[in-house]
């Protein structure tokens, strides 16, 4: 309508073929169009222009169309094309060509048409492409609304969305993309449309579901506005690292051109989510990895960076942190994990019978009546819904133990049909009532609602026998799943609300697992803190090396007495030998120094453990397999062993040496070179044999035969140390390329596992818990069965030390019987009694028989019981390291030196208590003289 020229300054002049046109001002921007040429009057309104954007930055009004004066087959582009290239506008100088009127306005397709032709009795469909005009107020509106097609369905105005192009308007505009080679705007209502306007990527369409119903465009998550109904999109599942860096999005939805912090999972994955390309700017993150196992971190250096585990089927990567979550994340490392793990099989047997509104629990199946008696017979009990009764659900009948029961090892549909059917005897039963928020995981089509007793809607299940059941468990995050995902170790509900109210788990914290109560405190770590064996419900005895106070302060006190002890015998025992001029005489002190020499090694080792333990205290659990793969415990393990054997074995030869000598006639034949080649070369064969012993295990040769397991500190795939059977299991799920009869070497297996991880920085190295690992205290592994490789090394040492301790025993007896008849002898050649001499000398053989005796044969009989397995005797490798064993290093010096002897005498008589003994007469001492020289028994210093 043209406007009277008396109000010219509120008039708007139109620009089209009808220049003269002009129009109200209050019309402009109003949303029609009163321009008929071009529709001027709403291309530019707030300042915004609608129209399109041309390579030298011009924006032509409205729908003038720029691009190339050369023609081209419309037939063979796509709409996209033939948008930009029908008109044969230029957006160069100042030229453009005029056009029909019709073709001023933007053309989009509005729907697809299928027309129906008959040719020949053949009838056939042919699609028909129908267009419609656009005019300015359409361009980036918002898409009409139809109630009658229900909540969130739009009517769109174009069917490929080109009326959501080309616009200026920054609350309209999310992105930019090119189109026909030219730079183009996009709308906030084409994303996540699926339209594939751009020429190359189509970043508009980078969607994802973060629950049932709620498409959101990437840049939607983890940006501070909950755009879903649940907030799924700001949960920590989708937001479990957010970068402290900001940039604009190539996206804007909400604020345009704000900076804001973005999820680490946009860096360096391929598309540039931001405006700048911040986020796929590799100096400004810190690299990890390298090929397949590329990975970038927000922050920090690249000291952060880590090995990590490489999918089966080199199908991507799993960082430590994520491994064996119960979540598959790369398709094969959950088979993995369980192998690795090997958690205890849970129990959740059901039997359901006419279409599952009958179920037999698995205490009343067949083949299991004699159970009948413990629960008290079986029963059928009708099984109620936490909403009570629901119009149209089918009725549960549920056949149960009579008697209550212990439900803490029931999982699953088993604990919730025990629990909610009163049949436990402490435990509740987990439903609680839908709300009306429940459910939203649910797919739409699948929904079913009910009306309950309580006059609640409930959403029920329909199964493919068009029988409804109500058996949905109310998550607290409003999700929903099934009965037997219910209390079954596994956080189905993604918020750990199905397992946190179940009596029959333990919860991992560090890896937010779940273990049935079975893996608690039975000695083998499954948690990857330690948690289920180190935590305030085991005892405190398993927590430390030493088993309680009392056993530290023993093994300090034997410690220290030993290594005093013989120490003084150490050191008087050169003296004697290079004095003594008997042969003998000065091989038993040599032996006798032996035996200190062992037993001032084994206070060494008792020392050394107690200030371990002393270092680890309350540690000690959480460090424990560290410690078994270090190589101080192998120190320890060797010094203990070959403490042990020298000793033991010189004992064994100083009791052949005195049972073979006496008698004999007292001669000077102890300083030829002959006798000191005798004595030397005892020495170096008893001191190669117990050091053989002692190092054999350690030798790399032989770790098949005698390395334990591997212990591979901080791999989440491992927990504790790993034996061999449970890698071979591991590496046959994970490989799949030997048979699982295969027996595999350790160097076989450490290459294999390897090969699980990248090794980008240093692969993975499991510590080995070798021989002397077997326990804390890092003894000689006495205490094994027919199925550990060293049983027989092991059963051979203790046969050897089993004849040395009867050599020892057998010695000592003749030699006590020769002592008594010397002593008799010696009495009727001198007609005087000898009472307390023959006491000394018996009382003295009698305690070596006893202490030996004490040491080895109840240990030898544990050992052999338990190889037997009749019991289970690794609870007592503390008692016999510490106690039972080192015994003997505190009361040798005592028993084979005559100077502790006169020590303790010389106490006695300090305290006046030696006037009340019995002091010997002359004839006494010259009698005991006699006969000491008779039978040359070298109890005594020369």
Known sequence: ????????????????????????????????????????????????????????????????????????????????????????????????????KKDIVRYCLEFIKTEFITENGTRTGNKKYIYRDLYPPQICAVPNWNADTGYGRDQRTCLNGLDQINCTDPAKVATTCKMGGYPTTLSIHTVCKNYNM????????????????????????????????????????HCPIVTTKRCVPRVNMAYPNVARMFPASWIM??????????????????????????????????????????????????????????????????????????????????????????????????????????????????????????????????????????????????????????????????LSPLSQHSCVNIPKKDQVFSLSSRYTIRMVRRTRYSQYFGDYFACQNNKCISYDKVCNLADDCGDRSDEDGCKNNFFCKASKEFLPLTSVCD???????????????????????????????????????????????????????????????????????????????????????????????????????????????????????????????????????????????????????????????????????????????????????????????????????????????????????FRASQSLTWATIRQMTREMFSQDYGGIVGSTVGFYGNDGVCIFKYLVTPSDPQHKFSLIILVLNLICFVVITTCYIALNVRISKVSKAVTRRKQMNQPRTHRKLYAKITLIIATDFACWVPFIAITMIHFLRYIDATEFYPLFSIIILPLNSVVNPLLYERVFEEAVIGSFRRLSLWSKMESPSKGDTLGATELETMSHVTFNNE
Request: net charge negative; with cysteine; hydrophobic share 30%.
């Open 523 to 737: 000695g083998k770590v499954d948690c990857r803190d330690f948690s289920d064996e180190c935590g305030s419900q085991c005892s405190q005895s398993s927590k430390s090396l030493l088993k309680g106070k009392a056993m530290n302060l023993i093994a300090w006190t034997f410690g220290f007495l030993a290594m005093t002890f013989n120490f003084v015998v150490i050191a008087k025992t050169p003296g004697y030998v290079l004095k003594s001029s008997v042969l003998h005489h000065r091989m038993d002190k040599m032996l006798i120094g032996l035996i200190a020499l062992g037993d001032f090694q084994m206070g060494v080792y008792l020392l050394g453990i107690s200030s371990v333990n002393f270092y680890y205290s309350a540690r000690y659990c959480e460090g424990k397999f560290l410690w078994l793969s270090s190589q101080i415990c192998n120190v320890l393990g060797v010094s203990n062993t070959f403490a042990s054997q020298i000793s033991l074995f010189a004992m064994t030869a100083l009791s052949i040496s005195r049972i073979s000598n006496i008698g004999k006639l007292v001669g000077n034949d102890g300083q030829s070179l002959v006798s000191w080649c005798k004595m030397i070369s005892c020495v170096i064969f008893l001191g190669l044999a117990s050091l053989g012993i002692a190092l054999v295990p350690l030798l790399p040769s032989l770790e098949d035969y005698f390395s334990n397991a591997l212990y591979y500190d901080g791999v989440t795939l491992f927990s504790g140390a790993v034996d061999k059977p449970t890698h071979q299991r591991v590496l046959q799920e994970y490989h799949t390329r």
């Open 1 to 100: 309508m043209d406007c009277p020229e008396t109000n010219l300054a509120d008039t708007f002049l139109c620009e089209g073929e009808s220049s003269s046109q002009r129009v109200s001002s209050s019309k402009v921007c109003d949303g029609y169009c009163d321009c008929v040429d071009l529709c001027e009057d709403e291309i530019t309104c707030n300042n915004h222009t609608y129209g399109l954007i041309c390579p030298d930055g011009r924006t032509l009004p409205g729908n003038r169309i720029c691009g190339p004066e050369e023609s081209y087959n419309f037939t063979e582009m796509n709409y996209s094309e033939y948008l930009f290239f029908k008109y044969y506008k230029s957006c160069s100088g100042d030229r453009e060509l005029d056009c029909p």
């Open 269 to 430: 994955d391929g598309l540039r989510d931001c405006a700048d390309g911040t986020d796929e700017d590799e100096g400004s993150w810190v690299k990890c990895g390298s090929g397949n196992s590329v990975r970038y971190y927000t922050t920090g250096s690249s000291e952060i960076c880590r090995d990590v585990f490489n999918c089966p089927g080199n199908n991507g990567f799993v960082e430590f942190q994520n491994l064996c979550d119960k979540i598959e994340s790369c398709g094969g490392e959950k088979a993995v994990c369980q192998k690795a793990k090997s958690l205890t099989t849970t129990w959740n047997s059901i039997i359901s019978h006419q279409d599952a509104n009958f179920k037999i629990l698995s205490y009343c199946m067949d083949g299991l009546h004699n159970l009948n008696p413990l629960i008290g017979g079986c029963t059928l009990k009708s099984f109620q819904e936490p909403d009570g009764d629901i119009f149209g659900v089918t009725q549960l009948q549920i056949v149960g133990p009579s008697e209550k029961q212990d439900c803490s090892h029931a999982y699953g549909e088993l604990y919730v049909y025990l629990s909610c059917t009163n049949s436990c005897k402490t435990i509740e039963c987990p």
């Open 198 to 237: 751009c020429d190359t990527e189509n970043y508009q369409n980078e969607c994802l579901e973060p629950e049932i119903g709620c498409t959101v465009h990437k840049v939607q998550i983890c940006d501070g506005i909950k755009d879903c109904q649940l907030g799924y999109d700001e949960d920590e599942i």
